[in-house]
């Protein structure tokens, strides 16, 4: 393992719009053989979003590219794009900050809120990008209400049978979200609060009511309108040289002219979008005294799903302002040890998992479990364990060995991309979940380096002395077996030949004593 973690290098360059706005392009090199993946990241802060419109991108992102638009049917557009990109998609994110970005004079957003418009294609099919996410952004029909009531049954449907199916995951996001702002804009665009969303607007659209339907399909194209502008957009290309050479100013320029088609929506008053909202109600409680939340959640299952989650950036004193490997390598601790035994091993669960997020989130849940107090009573006793736990150099080596297996794991070429951009974005410079902190990843490294080789000496030899009295074993068996087999095939064999002759010879005699007497009757 080397000391030092993955470098994912990106090159910065801003492209002009008219009206003195700059648009960054952000490129990482990588090998891909030959193919050209583009990320248009919008941020959705910039767009000054209420609380309903951002709980609606969640839902863009299920419709967008799968309804009609202004000149193809959804069965056109679809094949338009099959044969010309490898895919097209639209996912949210929320990247952590390093340093929140004050939003107004007394509140600052400690996470940025995207959508991430994505594409795969060769380069020579570079000139017909433009015109697909130009059809895609601003000419997608809304108003065709029975395929979109379809699209929303049938993401209600997905959202239904994932959480019969995984609801600790959705538990996760859910108690997360009472806790950080950026686990809260998560649960409202693709988890719990997303899924209610979608109860409620099916309840409220009944099949003859087409008024609900268009006044649905008109808040979605003002969010479009809102949301995709060159202002809030920043362009990540991930190529190898020559692709990114292919991927010339003239195409950069008309991918963003792409977004704005159409006029940017005037501002509407002077209220508080829902990102200054949560910046402001999370700053005013900053001071104060956070009360316990307590939700029961009721899933069509026969076990329970037990969470309960923290932000660490404002719990006691001591804790970190940011994860670090220490954070990091004690949750693995925690969860393979404490957790284990507590939970699973005494309490009956099938599993307890525990979650260090960067935005400031510290999770625990388990997984099909028998108990609710109990497991609780197990996640309020969690600090005394770590006061008292004790490890011993090789015990931390080994922990932190599995804990950078996991958190440097080598990733796929848009992966990469994407990681050299979020890293860029949040202003995260240094390894993934091991924070900015250069010494502390150096000094977990060179530990892991050191202790890695006489381990894996100590290890080959325990595998050899096995290896070894697995052959003498197998040998020995071989041997005693070897004239074996012959020997009772071939007794076998004579056995099964006896007994044929004997029913032969039965089958006979009987059919001569039958038949005979009854020859000679008059």
Request: hydrophobic share 45%.
């Amino acid at each position: 393992i080397k000391p030092e973690a993955t470098q994912y290098p990106v090159a910065e360059t801003k492209l002009e719009q008219p009206g003195g706005q700059a648009v960054p392009v952000l490129s990482h090199e990588v090998a891909t053989n030959g193919v050209l993946y583009v990320d248009m990241l919008f941020d959705a802060a910039r767009a000054r979003l209420s609380e309903e419109e951002v709980v609606l991108c969640g839902l863009l992102c299920k419709v967008l590219g799968r309804m009609p638009t202004a000149t193809r049917t959804y069965e056109q557009l679809a094949t338009y794009i099959d044969l010309n990109t490898g895919g097209v998609s639209l996912e949210p994110h929320a990247l952590a900050l390093r340093k929140p970005v004050a939003l107004t004079p007394t509140a600052a957003l400690d996470y940025l809120p995207l959508l991430d418009l994505s594409l795969k294609l060769l380069p020579d099919k570079l000139a017909e990008v433009p015109a697909i996410v130009q059809e895609l952004l601003t000419a997608t029909r809304f108003a065709d209400l029975a395929r979109l009531r379809e699209l929303l049954k049938e993401t209600k449907a997905k959202m239904d049978q994932r959480a019969q199916s995984s609801p600790h995951r959705m538990l996760f996001a859910h108690v997360e979200s009472m806790s950080t702002p950026a686990a809260a804009f998560t649960d409202r665009v693709r988890e719990f609060r997303f899924a209610r969303y979608l109860d409620s607007l099916l309840a409220g659209w009944p099949d003859s009511d087409e008024a609900a339907g268009s006044r649905l399909a008109a808040r979605l194209e003002a969010v479009c309108r809102k949301l995709f502008q060159p202002r809030n957009a920043t362009l990540l290309l991930t190529a190898e040289a020559r692709g990114l050479a292919a991927a010339n100013d003239a195409f950069r320029a008309a991918l963003i002219r792409a977004t704005s088609s159409t006029e940017a929506p005037e501002e509407e008053g002077t209220g508080e979008s829902y990102f200054e909202q949560a910046a402001r109600a999370e700053s005013e409680a900053a001071g104060a005294e956070r009360k316990p939340v307590r939700k029961a959640l009721v899933v069509p299952t026969a076990v329970n799903y037990v969470g309960m989650a923290q932000n660490y950036r404002n719990g006691a004193a001591g804790c970190a302002a940011e994860p670090c490997g220490a954070l990091l390598v004690a949750t693995r601790v925690v969860e393979l040890d404490y957790l284990w035994n507590r939970v699973r091993v005494r309490g009956g669960a099938y599993g307890a998992f525990i979650h260090a997020l960067r935005s400031g989130a510290l999770a625990l849940v388990s997984y099909r479990d028998p108990n609710v107090r109990e497991t609780l009573d197990t996640y309020r006793a969690l600090p005394d364990y770590v006061a008292q736990l004790q490890q011993t150099p090789d015990e931390l080596a080994t922990s932190i060995i599995g804990l950078i297996g996991e958190i440097d794991a080598p990733l796929s070429a848009p992966g990469a991309g994407f990681e050299a951009a979020s890293r860029w974005l949040s202003g995260y410079d240094a390894p993934g979940a091991l924070g900015a902190d250069p010494a502390l990843h150096a000094r977990a490294g060179a530990r892991a380096g050191r202790a890695l080789p006489r381990r894996h000496r100590a290890r080959r030899r325990r595998r050899g002395r096995r290896r070894r009295r697995r052959r003498r074993k197998q040998g020995a068996l071989r041997r005693g077996r070897a004239a074996a087999p012959v020997t009772r095939g071939r007794g076998g064999i004579a056995l099964a030949l006896a007994l044929f002759v004997v029913f032969v010879v039965v089958v006979v005699f009987t059919w001569v004593g039958v038949r005979v007497p009854r020859a000679r009757a008059p």
